[in-house]
């Protein structure tokens, strides 16, 4: 498989980390408007030949159009923030590429993910492959929730995507993990709920807080409702009465962001700074750290899994399905950090099965659309092995 990988930050570095000595790789193209950043990736992974660089406008669809050309790739995968998606997205379309992201559309609430669903038609139509969000939460989540439908249920009452960490930061009051952008529009945006009965609907910011118990030492955080994707995903292929997103963001996180959103500083309108014009939350970017540089300052555990509760065999029944990556052993095996390196792992095994035709389909799917065996059978053996907690 030849791919075009848009997007060298601390994800896109982690599929080229991970995906870099598999025999189902044959090219990936290193492509960012960072032309430095994706140089330094190119120098991880070795060869200039099996993973080229370019500079790339992920707001251009006419630049990514030409480089997939240029390198003949059979797959564009998306690792920008998902404010770039409908670009990447047309751009595979107008070739007849594969495509795959790790997060929906930004559209707001409810119509999250709303440009690309609406596409789906034609893709089928032209029998063409896009799979939307195939990160870890959503991505693997999604597959542990198909996993639990497929095997471990016969009726689904709930599927609750809970995550949660006990990561710090040394020397960083507030220091996200993860895309700051990303951040500010899932925890400030409406969270979304579904139920059966009602279909899609949201809730206030940071609501119906609930204290989970996480696994390998993370302990008990108190979780609340967060706008994620997994939401709009999981009700389109799996039977069940109500889905649900919690994250363990903690008091501090939340009123930081409270903070952020009180004062405007979450905006994207440009506002004249002294003759310069400029977006609040570029601001708020540019003071933070980059969350790719972080690893050698973290310490601790993050968790993502799905808890789901039904019934099996006419009995009740409650499981959670999870994986913990340690920051400690993914700084020393793969030199990223556990956030990062956890979300590259359900796009590297899917791009895997795709390239060996163990995961087909056509038209705009989630990855509950597919088989969930290959992809767990796969976990293990990327370093990165699930459980389930009864």
């Not at 991880?44 to 790739?73: H, N, T, W």
Request: charge should be negative.
């Amino acid at each position: 498989m030849k791919v075009l990988l848009v997007g060298t930050g601390g994800v896109g570095e982690s599929i080229a980390i991970l995906a870099k000595d598999r025999a189902w790789l044959d090219r990936m193209v290193l492509a960012d408007y960072n032309l430095e950043r994706a140089m330094e990736v190119q120098q991880k992974v070795g060869g200039e030949e099996r993973f080229p660089v370019e500079s790339v406008d992920a707001s251009e669809q006419s630049q990514i159009v030409a480089l997939a050309r240029k390198y003949d790739v059979d797959l564009i995968m998306n690792a920008v923030d998902p404010v770039f998606n409908e670009s990447i997205f047309d751009a595979a379309f107008e070739l007849g590429l594969k495509y795959m992201d790790m997060a929906m559309n930004s559209d707001c609430g409810v119509n999250l993910g709303r440009y690309q669903f609406e596409q789906s038609d034609r893709w089928t139509e032209r029998g063409l492959l896009a799979l939307v969000g195939m990160g870890v939460e959503p991505g693997i989540s999604d597959v542990f929730a198909a996993h639990a439908a497929k095997h471990l249920f016969d009726t689904i009452e709930e599927i609750g995507v809970r995550d949660g960490a006990n990561l710090e930061v040394q020397g960083q009051e507030f220091a996200p993990n993860f895309s700051i952008w990303t951040t500010i529009e899932e925890c400030l945006d409406p969270p979304i709920v579904y139920e059966s009965g009602r279909g899609w609907f949201t809730t206030e910011n940071f609501s119906q807080p609930e204290v989970f118990d996480f696994p390998e030492g993370i302990g008990p955080l108190e979780c609340v409702n967060v706008e994620h994707e997994e939401v709009i995903l999981i009700p389109r292929w799996l039977k069940c009465d109500r889905v649900t997103f919690k994250y363990g963001l903690g008091r501090r996180f939340i009123d930081v962001l409270k903070t952020l959103h009180m004062l405007g500083l979450d905006s994207t309108k440009e506002i004249d700074v002294k003759g310069v014009a400029v977006a609040p939350r570029d601001v708020v970017a540019a003071c933070l750290p980059d969350p790719a540089r972080l690893g050698d300052r973290m310490t601790g555990k993050t968790c993502a899994g799905t808890w789901v509760k039904g019934t099996k065999d006419g009995q009740p029944r409650e499981v959670y399905i999870y994986q913990v990556a340690d920051n400690a052993t993914t700084m020393r095996v793969y030199g990223v950090q556990a956030v990062v390196w956890q979300t590259a792992i359900g796009p590297v095994i899917a791009m895997e099965l795709l390239a060996e035709g163990l995961w087909t389909g056509v038209g705009v799917l989630g990855p509950e659309a597919f088989d969930p065996d290959p992809f767990m059978e796969r976990m293990a053996a990327y370093g990165a092995p699930y459980a389930i907690r009864e």
